[in-house]
């Protein structure tokens, strides 16, 4: 086939065996450059790497490995400062950044590439990114976590109602409740780290496939790399994705969880529950209702998880199934991988002045802590330390809810003889027992609501974020 009018005939790294050039349909199907180039700092410090470890094992002289080196060092300020010609053609940005070094430094650029393969080359690309990735989307849970705390500072002694089923159920402080998600945050902290300190291992020195056939020293390439360790089988270097695959189900997680907090925080900004109020900094209005101010950002923190989940379960089912060893498929893991550092990053990005100007209704909680007969496991509690076991002390408070409802009463209002009716063994120190500063007290236990338990809460959340 000939070269189309208007495209440039470039020659590619493999046009040795082929008699037609590439049909520009297949070769912009084909192309990655326009996703893979952001792998340019970390294919870069693999190319320097490999040039050193070529001079090592004696098939670089000195010269020209620092020809190498050097040129890799001008490409690098060119992709730097953008001032590095692209060229989509040339399908990828390891063979961009390959015909770029050649055009700078000359023929010695076509030694670099010996005894490696753009199947070992991308692994580590992709290797030495995620590292640098999972430590910052880290770092940013980190400050969103920071945020948390800062707001659990100021709410140790605030009552919310606490819910199950979405139906209000016992009393909880403001604190403990932004410090659940301090808690689902550290752990996901932990499976970003550990996502990072299973890939922090070298597959360069695997080659195609079998195994880079000159004495590369793998162990000095890796101290090179700053890698902990070293690939002990090539097929499996090449082949799995299951790093990135790691970190995308730590991402899926994370989103899953900052999906809660913003629905949380959706939920919370409704007229009908009115306990918060975004900033006008973090909130958009409505093009037709004027008086409307909507919840946009929360919203669409929690609407990112889908695409976190769906990045996960997109590289998932391209891995499925496939044979060993490199698959074209596998080019296909990028996009989903990159899309989902980059949502992260947005919502780690987004929510830590989010948080920091939240205004918390903590009157309008206050007053909901106290509805709808919260502290009536409180009574049967009272009822348990006046000896009578747990079960008929659930009867007896039930049976005495429903009197009440029938009343139209609260439990406050009860005078005493009623109350009474259902037990002898209630008293008048039964008042104190079911106020909500009460119920809240009672819960002192490790990792209870009580705002003395939460205290000590929140000391172990500092420590965690200080040190973990
Ligand atoms: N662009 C490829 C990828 O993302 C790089 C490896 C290409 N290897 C190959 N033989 N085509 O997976």
């Given at each position: ?145 920071e945020a948390l705390v800062a707001r659990a500072a100021e709410t140790v002694e605030a009552p919310l109602p606490g819910y199950t ?107 009908e529950f009115g306990f918060v109020e975004f900033s006008d900094a973090f909130a958009t209005g409505s093009s037709i209702m004027p ?178």
């Amino acid at each position: 086939m000939k070269p189309r009018p208007g495209r440039k005939n470039v020659r590619k790294p493999w046009a040795g065996r082929f008699t037609q050039s590439t049909d520009p349909t297949a070769e912009r199907f084909t192309g990655s450059l326009a996703f893979d180039r952001r792998l340019w700092p970390w294919d870069i410090t693999g190319s320097v790497a490999w040039a050193k470890a070529l001079g090592r094992a004696g098939l670089l002289t000195a010269s020209e490995r620092d020809t190498i080196v050097r040129g890799l060092d001008a490409v690098r300020e060119e992709l730097a400062t953008g001032t590095f010609p692209f060229r989509p053609e040339l399908e990828d940005i390891h063979t961009n950044v390959e015909r770029r070094l050649h055009d700078l430094v000359g023929d010695v650029a076509g030694k670099l590439h010996t005894g490696r393969s753009r199947n070992d080359q991308i692994a580590l690309d992709e290797r030495l990114y995620l590292k640098d990735v999972a430590a910052r989307v880290a770092e940013g849970l980190r400050r969103v976590q920071e945020a948390l705390v800062a707001r659990a500072a100021e709410t140790v002694e605030a009552p919310l109602p606490g819910y199950t089923h979405l139906q209000r159920a016992q009393p909880v402080v403001l604190a403990h409740h932004l410090l659940a998600y301090v808690f689902m945050l550290q752990r996901d902290r932990e499976r970003f780290r550990d996502a990072a300190a299973r890939a922090d291992v070298l597959p360069l020195g695997a080659a195609a496939l079998a195994g880079t056939a000159f004495p590369i020293d793998r162990e000095a390439l890796a101290q090179d790399l700053g890698f902990a360790a070293v690939s002990p089988n090539s097929l499996d270097a090449v082949s799995d994705r299951d790093y990135v695959l790691e970190f995308l189900a730590a991402g899926a997680l994370a989103g899953m969880h900052l999906s809660r907090l913003a629905a949380d925080l959706t939920l919370w900004a409704t007229a009908e529950f009115g306990f918060v109020e975004f900033s006008d900094a973090f909130a958009t209005g409505s093009s037709i209702m004027p008086q409307k101010k909507n919840p946009d950002v929360a919203e669409l923190i929690r609407g990112k998880s889908g695409r976190l989940y769906g990045n996960l379960v997109a590289v998932l089912t391209t891995m499925k199934g496939l044979p060993l060893a490199y698959n074209s498929d596998m080019q296909e893991d990028k996009e989903p991988f990159f899309d989902s550092v980059d949502t992260l990053e947005a919502i780690v990005g987004v929510l830590p002045p989010l948080l920091a100007t939240l205004t918390f209704r903590t009157d309008r909680m206050r007053r909901a802590a106290g509805e709808h007969f919260s502290t009536a496991t409180d009574l049967a509690d009272y009822l348990v330390r006046k000896g009578l076991p747990f079960r008929q002390a659930h009867e007896v408070v039930g049976r005495l809810v429903r009197y009440a409802l029938d009343e139209g009463k609260t439990l406050e209002d009860l005078t005493l003889p009623e109350f009474r009716r259902f037990s002898p063994l209630i008293d008048d120190d039964v008042k104190d027992a079911i106020t909500v500063e009460a119920s809240l007290r009672a819960r002192a236990v490790t990792g209870g609501t009580a705002p003395a338990a939460v205290r000590r809460t929140l000391a172990l959340a500092r420590t965690l974020i200080a040190h973990g």
